[in-house]
Each structure stands twice: as C-alpha cells, then as structure tokens.
C-alpha cells in the first residue's frame, strides 16, 4: 500500500522499526536493510537503545554502474516520459547522509569481502 513518496518512505521505515521493537522485547535480533533516506525518521527510530545504524556509502556513479535493473537511468530520463521512475533516493529525491552512524561501510572503495566482514565484525560486537 505505500509508494515511494516521503511520508509512505517514512511509514515505510517506521513499521519496519516498529516490527524490531516487538522482535527486540523477545529476545530477537533483527537486521533490517531499508533504504531511510531522511535523518529526522531516522533519528526517531534510533531512540530505542538497541537501535544501530550502519551507513552504506556508495558514490553515484559506482551505484549506476551497479544498477541490474536500470533504475538510475530511469530516474534520470525528462520528466514526462513514461519509464520515468520519481522520487527516486539521491536522483530526484533527497538524502540525508547519517548525522551519527554507528559504523560506515565504503562499498564503492572495498571489497565486497572487506564490506562483509567490517558488517559482520560490527554486529558480532553489538550483541556480544
């Protein structure tokens, strides 16, 4: 039911942190991968104290070249043309580099390995 406006990006996350919280009070942990591109939600969310935030950094141009389903390119074409995608994150709509993450990961200038293992040295730490 949600599309890719602020508010239904912004409903999008806070379900999401919702769902965590009730995992998070049963003793489960919980990762979720979600593109929350505005810092005031994120900073809403963080307020839960098992609550990290791990910034995945990627420059624009090594996104599009990553990109397998051709969204960049769409986001880009003139307004008006019907393959167009709008509000597209870092495109046509906005993104809020993380204030305080707890960890950065440089995916445009490592490894996918080294990202791997920076991920997971973080979150055998976080729970240990």
């Not at 890719?4 to 999401?16: A, E, M, Q």
Request: charged share 25%; aromatic share 8%; proline share 4%.
């Amino acid at each position: 039911d949600l599309g890719f406006s602020k508010k239904d990006r912004n409903t999008n996350i806070r379900r999401l942190g919702f769902v965590s919280k009730v995992l998070a009070r049963n003793s489960v942990i919980s990762i979720i991968a979600a593109i929350n591109p505005y810092e005031d939600v994120r900073q809403e969310i963080n307020q839960h104290s098992n609550v990290k935030t791990v910034f995945i950094n990627c420059n624009i141009e090594e996104l599009k070249n990553r990109d397998t389903k051709g969204l960049y390119a769409r986001a880009m074409l003139p307004d008006g043309h019907a393959d167009k995608v709008y509000n597209f994150t870092g495109i046509s709509d906005s993104y809020d580099i993380p204030r305080w993450p707890d960890l950065t990961i440089n995916t445009h200038a490592e490894t996918p390995a080294q990202s791997a293992k920076k991920l997971e040295n973080f979150i055998i730490k976080s729970i240990s």
